[in-house]
Nanobody, 119 residues
Framework: QVQLVESGGGLVQPGGSLRLSCTTSRSGFSITHVNWYRQTPGKERDLVASITNRAEKKYSDSVKGRFTVSRDNPKNTVYLQMNSLKPEDTAVYYC?????????????WGQGTQVTVSS
């Protein structure tokens, strides 16, 4: 069984930076299209960034110019670099990805990682 694993969340002061990572729990399962979402209590998950397997990127207006999504295909890992963080960026961040499993694309969610921006 393969899972999507996120890491890199934490507590940071306003203006600071964090980098989130998203990869598979086992090797040999290639990640293709990836979406990064975030969610605060009582609200729906919002899409903040996405990257295709050709590294085409999109961002929500709320993070454009501050967040950068990238991928390292040999490491089968996608990153979300978050700079100039604001208190309103505080949320649980989720990686959502299409992963090749037994020659079929399957959609997975990561477990979520908490990002807290506070002084």
């Amino acid at each position: 069984q393969v899972q999507l694993v996120e890491s890199g969340g934490g507590l940071v002061q306003p203006g600071g930076s964090l980098r989130l990572s998203c990869t598979t729990s086992r090797s040999g399962f290639s990640i293709t299209h990836v979406n990064w979402y975030r969610q605060t209590p009582g609200k729906e998950r919002d899409l903040v960034a996405s990257i295709t397997n050709r590294a085409e990127k999109k961002y929500s207006d709320s993070v454009k110019g501050r967040f950068t999504v990238s991928r390292d295909n040999p490491k089968n890992t996608v990153y979300l670099q978050m700079n100039s963080l604001k208190p309103e960026d505080t949320a649980v961040y989720y990686c959502n990805a299409d992963v090749w499993v037994n020659w079929r694309l399957n959609n997975f969610w990561g477990q979520g990682t908490q990002v807290t921006v506070s002084s």
